[in-house]
T-cell receptor, first 114, second 113 residues
Framework: DAGVIQSPRHEVTEMGQEVTLRCKPI?????LFWYRQTMMRGLELLIY????????DSGMPEDRFSAKMPNASFSTLKIQPSEPRDSAVYFC????????????FGPGTRLTVL | AQSVTQLGSHVSVSEGALVLLRCNYS??????LFWYVQYPNQGLQLLLK??????LVKGINGFEAEFKKSETSFHLTKPSAHMSDAAEYFC???????????FGTGTRLQVFP
């Protein structure tokens, strides 16, 4: 059974460019979470979806960040325009509706903005 | 409000020594509790979880944790450290009916030969 899939695994871009990170959750999972991890701020929840609907985006740092989930098997996190301080590892996680809230994490996308 | 405190951002042990990583939580009701491990350049992987029932929980790679309600703690232990245990460990909490996990700030475990 495939886990959470993220692409790309590494992204290097220049300041001002648009960046799109992609996530495919585990099939059948109802929740999808986007996290950002940095040395300074640790692991931060950016936004999460339930049945493709954004529930809480209070962690999105600013309007340059946006996330969508057009269907149950795909989500994107977009940064436009990107800035050097956006450099981080971005994780996607998913979980089913039933259970004990255990989340399953993808391998992450390491973003470097020059 | 839920919160998680991990005491010690860095812990160093010798190979073969006891590993003890501390986690205290704040929750109004007995929560679900988790330990995740993150190896370098990888995502977070579940080590173990407490939901209900037996308070001593066994996980992968020889780790275990004990839920102590009176102390609001969920410390992670392993009797004998191995070099491959070097990683970052995160404690997390979630209340019943709550969508999110609240993560601690993590503890980096170093294992010396």
């Amino acid at each position: 059974d495939a886990g959470v899939i993220q692409s790309p695994r590494h992204e290097v871009t220049e300041m001002g460019q648009e960046v799109t990170l992609r996530c495919k959750p585990i099939s059948g999972h109802d929740y999808l979470f986007w996290y950002r991890q940095t040395m300074m701020r640790g692991l931060e929840l950016l936004i999460y979806f339930n049945n493709n609907v954004p529930i809480d985006d209070s962690g999105m740092p600013e309007d340059r960040f946006s996330a969508k989930m057009p269907n149950a098997s795909f989500s994107t996190l977009k940064i436009q325009p990107s800035e050097p301080r956006d450099s981080a590892v971005y994780f996607c996680a998913s979980r089913p509706l039933r259970g004990y809230n255990e989340q399953f994490f993808g391998p992450g996308t390491r973003l470097t903005v020059l | 409000a839920q919160s998680v405190t991990q005491l010690g951002s860095h812990v160093s042990v010798s190979e073969g020594a006891l590993v003890l990583l501390r986690c205290n939580y704040s929750s109004s009701v007995p929560p679900y509790l988790f330990w995740y491990v993150q190896y370098p350049n990888q995502g977070l992987q579940l080590l173990l979880k407490y939901t209900t029932g037996a308070t001593l929980v066994k996980g992968i790679n020889g780790f275990e944790a004990e839920f102590k309600k009176s102390e609001t703690s969920f410390h992670l232990t392993k009797p004998s450290a191995h070099m491959s245990d070097a990683a970052e460990y995160f404690c997390a909490v979630s209340d019943h009916g709550y969508d999110k996990l609240i993560f601690g700030t993590g503890t980096r475990l170093q294992v010396f030969p």
